[in-house]
């Protein structure tokens, strides 16, 4: 089956910069203000963006006039393309942007006004798109050191892409784990980009020691920003027309910030109007603490007096103000916690967390007092913590060397070690040391050790938790994953089998101390099927290895988890590959998911054109999900799945069908619905729903189907389509399709 796509775009680019205002906002020159979400102002990402929903934003204006304006602000040109005929046009071109912000997130939109829409290669200068950038200081002229990311609203395929260096474009949704959304209007070719950038991007996930965030000189983090932080900033939006490429901006320099003069300036301020809430906690909500005290300390609200504080060891306690949690009322934004005369005079209790709230109080303002958001912070245990290797840890090298966090208090350290649980957890008489690492010598591949260390305080001996790893070449790859959660009922473990290994036994139970044999088999067989297992439950399973020609046969295998669902699987997309037809182990998904490939009443196409046919990057949950191409100029497109398990609807009384779905930039609002057993339709509510450029679920009663005379202790086939409104054309996501029994 052959998928190919085959096109050619032109492309001229222009950008610009300009300073404008969102209603609320005065015009505050340069720097630029990114404005803080006012309290109880959220900001949806469904590719619709308003002035109400960015209320209070400053905003920026690229168009003609803008481009050519007198400003004090530079415009500068450059050539990405040239030809002898061409000049630049920004006439049919306008963009306007929006920047805010909270502790978690950078929010920026754009919509843009144009007369088209196009693509003609991979870089940035080659389709229409935004770009900006961020750097910690507005003098960083190296550009690794400076954040860029970019974003087009739209391939030849609908779908968004992004990037943030100067490498090539990649799906929106892998973009440094940036939500973003957005698209292009088909019948106007104008775009609307919405997107919100996690801080912690800009702090470790690309190669620049000042815009991580390392420092701004007063020993804290650049991002996420405090009131009246400025960094490094130029806003860019690009146009591409014909077949040349130029750029407009307004800078304060005349040259890109990467060849020498710098970037401009954003500032960061609070929303028109201030925020009644406290905010900033110090230390940072969820930290370790060192000690078992602590100065606590927040932003004021800009209308607070006085602040009511609350303290304690139970969120909810915290939270709705409980007996025993109101620390008081008082002036100063600090608090000293752990220490005589304070809260918990006597000292925090190692190895506990605890919850503390700030009110803040104006009793001239009918609006106060404003309740804060629970913070916590933990003290620390007396027993040893975070080790290394991790516990668990799997392919650990066989001369490494084990070191861990001391516990709070402890003076002297003993390290027990060995090949067994039990050997370790009932070990006694070990020898102290006073370092904090441990060399076990050079152990064995294909191992599981065990190990445990007790803290010694001068007081007394804290007995610390048995932690295990295991070393490189021991079975691994467990599927499920450790740990996973809402496994299907009818789960096919599989692993990769240990370097020695010529045969397995399977230990499987909802008991990790009394797992039972399940099954064994040969090399080249590493699979196993338990049955029907019970919803919402922790199994445990282990393999171990043997060969007969090895001395150090057999080999005890790490204990692995997995919980079961709490809902039936009907399809999560998970198991499907691109193992070649015919191959042992192929499951390709069309041949899963039956489309209109050789009907041509059936306008679908399941999967992409080539491998993965599956898609990878835009999901719901997990690491795939069906593509379904729709064209419907022949009446409706469909894909069908017979189902060869889970066929009994009426288990634990299931009595809704859920179905993930997102559609991409420029669908056609074509009618979805749902079928089953080949007749009982059921449509989408939503006429537009093909158009979401988000996820989305679609929650049905199974009554609808009943009504129809499904038997729901034999459902043979689920078919997902679109019928026809417009004879229009698209792509389909679909992923999670799910039963549920009713809500507890």
């Given amino acids: 089956m052959c998928r190919k796509l085959i096109y050619f775009v032109s492309f001229v680019l222009v ?3 300009l300073l404008t205002n969102v209603a609320k906002s ?3 020159g340069w720097p630029v203000n990114c404005v803080r979400l006012s309290p109880g102002q959220t900001i949806t990402l469904d590719g619709v963006v308003t002035p109400q929903e960015y209320d209070g934003a400053q ?7 803008t481009v050519n304006a007198p400003d004090l602000y530079l415009p500068y040109v450059h050539v990405a393309k040239s030809a002898a005929d061409d000049d630049p046009s920004d006439e049919d071109f306008s963009v306007t942007y929006y920047f805010m912000w909270d502790d978690e997130f950078l929010y920026v939109a754009a919509t843009a006004t144009d007369d088209n829409t196009q693509q003609y290669g991979t870089t940035p200068n080659q389709m229409d798109c935004l770009q900006f950038c961020l750097a910690a200081s507005p003098q960083e002229t190296v550009q690794s050191q400076i954040y860029i990311p970019t974003v087009a609203p739209a391939d030849q395929n609908g779908n968004i892409l992004a990037k943030t260096d100067f490498g090539g474009f990649m799906l929106a949704q892998v973009a440094e784990q940036s939500e973003i959304v957005g698209g292009v209007n088909p019948d106007t070719l104008d775009w ?3 997107m919100a950038i996690p801080w912690v991007n800009m702090i470790g996930d690309f190669n620049a020691d000042l815009a991580k965030g390392d420092s701004d000189g007063n020993g ?12 490094g900033f130029v806003a860019f939006g690009i146009d591409v027309d014909s077949d040349t490429a130029y750029s407009f901006f307004y800078c304060t320099h005349d040259s890109f910030p990467w060849e020498g003069a710098g970037l401009g300036e954003l500032r960061f301020v609070e929303p028109i109007g201030g925020l009644g809430s406290a905010l900033r906690p110090s230390p940072l909500d969820g930290v370790l603490l060192e000690d078992t005290w602590v100065n606590l300390s927040w932003r004021p609200g800009d209308f607070a007096i006085s602040h009511d504080v609350y303290i304690g060891d139970d969120f909810d306690d915290v939270n709705n103000g409980a007996e025993g949690t109101f620390v008081g009322n008082q002036a100063g934004t600090f608090i000293v916690v752990g220490f005589p005369g304070f809260p918990y005079p006597d000292g925090l209790v190692p190895g506990t967390t605890y919850y503390w709230r700030i009110d803040e109080v104006n009793d001239t303002d009918p609006n106060s007092p404003w309740k804060g958001d629970v913070w916590s912070f933990s003290s620390p245990p007396k027993t040893a913590y975070f ?13 490494g060397q084990l070191s861990w966090t001391p516990g709070y208090g402890a003076k002297l350290h ?8 039990d050997e370790v957890d009932n070990a006694t008489g070990g020898s102290p040391q006073g370092t904090l690492t441990y060399t076990p010598g050079t152990l064995k591949m294909a191992k599981t050790y065990y190990w445990r260390v007790d803290e010694f305080d001068v007081v007394e001996t804290h007995k610390g938790d048995v932690w295990s790893f295991t070393t490189e070449g021991a079975v691994g790859s467990p599927n499920p994953e450790n740990g996973a959660e809402d496994i299907s009922q009818t789960p096919t473990l599989t692993w990769v089998p240990g370097v020695f290994a010529d045969r397995y036994e399977v230990y499987f139970g909802a008991d990790a101390a009394a797992l039972e044999l399940k099954g064994s088999g040969n090399l080249g067989s590493e699979d196993h099927e338990p049955g029907l297992l019970e919803w919402n439950t922790t199994y445990y399973w282990r393999i171990d290895e043997a060969n007969s020609a090895n001395t150090d046969s057999p080999w005890t295998g790490p204990l692995w988890s997995f919980t079961t669902a709490n809902f039936l699987i009907i399809d999560d997309i998970e198991s499907y590959n691109d193992i070649d037809e015919g191959e042992p182990g192929s499951n390709r998904i069309y041949n899963a998911w039956l489309d209109g490939f050789d009907d041509p009443t059936n306008g679908s196409q399941v999967g992409h054109l080539d491998p993965p046919f599956y898609e990878e990057t835009i999901v719901h949950s997990g690491n795939k999900s069906m593509p379904l191409t729709y064209d419907n100029a022949v009446g409706k497109s469909e894909a069908t799945l017979t189902l060869t398990s889970n ?3 009426t288990v634990n009384g299931v009595d809704t069908l859920t179905i993930w779905f997102r559609g991409a930039s420029g669908n056609a609002a074509e009618q979805m619905y749902v079928t089953l057993n080949g007749s009982a339709r059921v449509d989408h509510d939503d006429p537009d729903a093909a158009i979401s450029t988000s996820w989305k679920e679609w929650n049905i009663d199974l009554q609808a189907f009943a009504d129809q005379g499904v038997n729901f202790a034999n459902v043979n086939s689920i078919t997902l389509g679109l019928s026809s409104v417009t004879g229009g054309t698209g792509m389909m996501y679909f992923d999670d399709i799910r039963l549920y029994p009713p809500a507890q």
């Fill in 647 to 649: 066929r009994d609807w």
């Fill in 414 to 421: 003993t390290v027990y070690f060995g090949e067994t649980f």
């Fill in 15 to 17: 950008l610009g910069l």
């Fill in 26 to 28: 005065d015009d505050p």
């Fill in 387 to 399: 080790p290394d290797p991790a516990d668990g840890a799997e392919s650990i090298d066989v001369d």
């Fill in 59 to 65: 905003a920026f204006i690229i168009n003609d006039q």
């Fill in 220 to 231: 804290r983090n650049v991002f996420p920003p405090l009131f009246g932080d400025v960094v």
């Fill in 192 to 194: 609307v980009i919405e």
